[in-house]
């Protein structure tokens, strides 16, 4: 029997007893509901106590964040700007290491140049006592060796010349050689590009076509020394250099012009006799009118 249909029982024996027991009856349901409601209270309450603590330390915890992505912000600006002086040092090490390796090669190689140096140092002041002789030599080959060949002009040289140095107790080289003290390899190879036979005997006849204060004249059967001359004096001078023959009627006029505006001039073909209207040319018969 249930409680309703217990207090209606009591009820019709009883009316206050009835009303007494419903009472009683209902204090009792509210207990059993209160015991079930009032932990979920107490749980409500410390969840939602929790629930706050936890929100204030998320709030918390955002506010960190928020300083932190600001620190970062700025941090990450830092970094830029070290990175890029990072890569410009960088650069700069590459090139100093660049530069010290270089500078160590250059110096290793030094070391060698310096021996070489100090070699070449002694060798220059023992040539310079012997400059006398040798400048007497080559100054005698330039003036005299010109018109004969090969073997007369070491016989000159070296049979004759350098024998009366050492007898007048010149100063001279003994190993000394034309083509090193009146020339060098850069000029040698230079004429041998221009078409000059890289011989002896041609080095000599270039030198003397160079050095010589008269002009030169070449016998030149194999037509070696108008190929190296016509090369070398365009290549040197441009469009300042034209070939004539005493067989053109206006050679005079063209001389003269050449003459006047500095350019070289070559005669190829000429026979047994040189017209006598170029002599105060070829001996240098200058004379100056009005600074002209």
Same mark, same amino acid.
């Given at each position: 029997?249930?409680?309703?249909?217990?207090?209606? =029982?009591?009820?019709?024996?009883?009316?206050?007893?009835?009303?007494?027991?419903?009472?009683?009856?209902?204090?009792?349901?509210?207990?059993?509901?209160?015991?079930?409601?009032?932990?979920?209270?107490?749980?409500?309450?410390?969840?939602?106590?929790?629930?706050?603590?936890?929100?204030?330390?998320?709030?918390?915890?955002?506010?960190?964040?928020?300083?932190?992505?600001?620190?970062?912000?700025?941090?990450?600006?830092?970094?830029?700007?070290?990175?890029?002086?990072?890569?410009?040092?960088?650069?700069?090490?590459?090139?100093?290491?660049?530069?010290?390796?270089?500078?160590?090669?250059?110096?290793?190689?030094?070391?060698?140049?310096?021996?070489?140096?100090?070699?070449?140092?002694?060798?220059?002041?023992?040539?310079?006592?012997?400059?006398?002789?040798?400048?007497?030599?080559?100054?005698?080959?330039?003036?005299?060796?010109?018109?004969?060949? =090969?073997?007369?002009?070491?016989?000159?040289?070296?049979?004759?010349?350098?024998?009366?140095?050492?007898?007048?107790?010149?100063?001279?080289?003994?190993? =000394?050689?034309?083509?090193?003290?009146?020339?060098?390899?850069?000029?040698?190879?230079?004429?041998?590009?221009?078409?000059?036979?890289?011989?002896?005997?041609?080095?000599?006849?270039?030198?003397?076509?160079?050095m010589a204060s008269r002009w030169p004249l070449c016998i030149d059967p194999q037509m070696q020394a108008i190929h190296w001359i016509k090369t070398k004096e365009t290549q040197a001078k441009k469009n300042n250099f034209i070939t004539l023959t005493f067989t053109q009627s206006d050679y005079i006029k063209k001389l003269e012009v050449?003459?006047?505006?500095?350019?070289?001039?070559?005669?190829?073909?000429?026979?047994?006799?040189?017209?006598?209207?170029?002599?105060?040319?070829?001996?240098?018969?200058?004379?100056?009118?009005?600074?002209?």
């Amino acid at each position: 029997m249930t409680g309703k249909q217990l207090c209606d =029982f009591i009820g019709t024996k009883s009316k206050a007893a009835g009303g007494l027991f419903e009472w009683v009856n209902s204090v009792n349901e509210c207990y059993d509901v209160f015991k079930e409601v009032e932990p979920m209270r107490d749980n409500v309450k410390k969840l939602e106590k929790k629930a706050k603590d936890s929100q204030d330390k998320l709030d918390s915890t955002q506010q960190k964040l928020e300083a932190l992505n600001e620190k970062l912000r700025a941090l990450n600006i830092i970094k830029e700007e070290k990175s890029s002086e990072l890569n410009i040092l960088q650069t700069k090490a590459d090139e100093m290491t660049r530069k010290l390796n270089a500078a160590a090669k250059l110096i290793t190689g030094l070391g060698s140049e310096q021996r070489r140096w100090t070699s070449d140092m002694d060798n220059f002041k023992e040539d310079k006592i012997k400059l006398v002789g040798d400048c007497l030599t080559a100054s005698a080959f330039l003036s005299y060796c010109g018109p004969f060949n =090969f073997i007369l002009r070491k016989r000159m040289l070296f049979d004759h010349w350098k024998t009366n140095l050492i007898e007048l107790a010149l100063p001279n080289k003994e190993n =000394f050689k034309l083509e090193t003290f009146l020339s060098d390899d850069v000029e040698i190879s230079k004429w041998a590009s221009q078409g000059l036979p890289s011989d002896e005997l041609s080095v000599q006849n270039g030198i003397l076509t160079k050095m010589a204060s008269r002009w030169p004249l070449c016998i030149d059967p194999q037509m070696q020394a108008i190929h190296w001359i016509k090369t070398k004096e365009t290549q040197a001078k441009k469009n300042n250099f034209i070939t004539l023959t005493f067989t053109q009627s206006d050679y005079i006029k063209k001389l003269e012009v050449a003459i006047k505006y500095g350019q070289s001039v070559l005669f190829e073909s000429i026979d047994t006799e040189i017209d006598p209207m170029i002599d105060p040319i070829l001996e240098k018969n200058i004379v100056v009118r009005a600074g002209v």
